[in-house]
């Protein structure tokens, strides 16, 4: 792997326009975009945003991976992705740590729908600012001791969640996962974290939280929500408000916002 030189890493920064800064800024927390989610974003034509995104891909602060072609004819959209070269460049202009923001991984293509299905989520839920965008979070862990009265002992622990997407709300917290996996461990460690976060929720007296499942599509709801609600059912005192639905869903009903977003997700009993 070739070094990158400080010098490379400084000229390429002070090349970089300021809307093309403000362009690859995008990246830090969204390491892959196609056109289209660039034009739903930023709210402008997609050969405006194919441009921008091509500038970048000039500077070699980001590539481009041609979208494969469809067995329905056409081809997906080209997945443009942050580089080695623009990762060091974001870290500098960002003033943050080594390793704080990498280059992805692109061979997995099921990786790169999941990675894609996420930017569409927080562009659709038309509060990005808010948002917390696949952020590392931390918190204190408690154990439920008693049902009577709602009774919390602090364990002295922390544990560590990422969710794709959360966004901070005086009603309820909202986390969203978008699951395509099939993985029943996985599955079960996923709600296993949820089940903490709400335990820890409650023990310091917050409103309950809100978490959201997206699935791919339609059959991949059908296929894998019997496990989540397996898991569900066999889990005691599982606090977080859970819901489901699916991408296919929320393109058909142009979701916009995060009320619109929970308008139609299935709220789950178990």
């Known amino acids: 792997m070739t070094r990158l030189s400080r010098k490379r890493i400084t000229e390429t920064l002070l090349r970089l326009a300021p809307v093309q800064l403000a362009d690859l800024t995008l990246f830090r927390h969204h390491k892959k975009w196609t056109v289209p989610l660039l034009a739903m974003h930023l709210g402008v ?36 992705y942050l580089t080695r070269l623009g990762a060091r460049v974001l870290r500098r202009h960002l003033q943050l740590g080594s390793n704080y923001i990498e280059a992805p991984s ?34 204190d862990r408690y154990e439920h001791v008693a049902d009577e009265d709602a009774q919390f002992r602090e364990t002295g622990e922390r544990f560590v969640l990422v969710p794709d997407l959360m966004l901070p709300d005086d009603d309820s917290d909202v986390y969203i996962e978008v699951e395509q996996t099939t993985r029943y461990q996985h599955i079960v460690q996923k709600h296993r974290a949820y089940q903490m976060l709400g335990t820890t929720y409650l023990a310091e007296g917050r409103i309950l939280p809100s978490v959201y499942i997206i699935f791919g599509n339609e059959q991949q709801e059908r296929a894998l929500l019997p496990d989540h609600l397996r898991v569900l059912s066999a889990t005691k005192n599982y606090w977080p408000i859970i819901g489901c639905t699916n991408m296919d869903a929320i393109r058909r009903e142009d979701v916009h916002s995060l009320d619109a977003l929970e308008e139609m997700v299935r709220f789950l009993s178990f």
Do not use: K
């Open 45 to 80: 034509d997609q050969s405006t945003a194919n441009r921008r995104l091509h500038r970048l891909v000039q500077r070699q602060v980001v590539d481009r991976l041609l979208g494969q072609y469809r067995v329905t004819g056409g081809r997906q959209p080209d997945l443009y």
């Open 106 to 139: 692109v061979g997995n293509a099921a990786s790169n729908t999941h990675d894609l299905w996420v930017v569409e989520i927080a562009i659709r839920l038309n509060r990005w600012d808010e948002m917390r965008h696949r952020e590392r979070m931390t918190f």
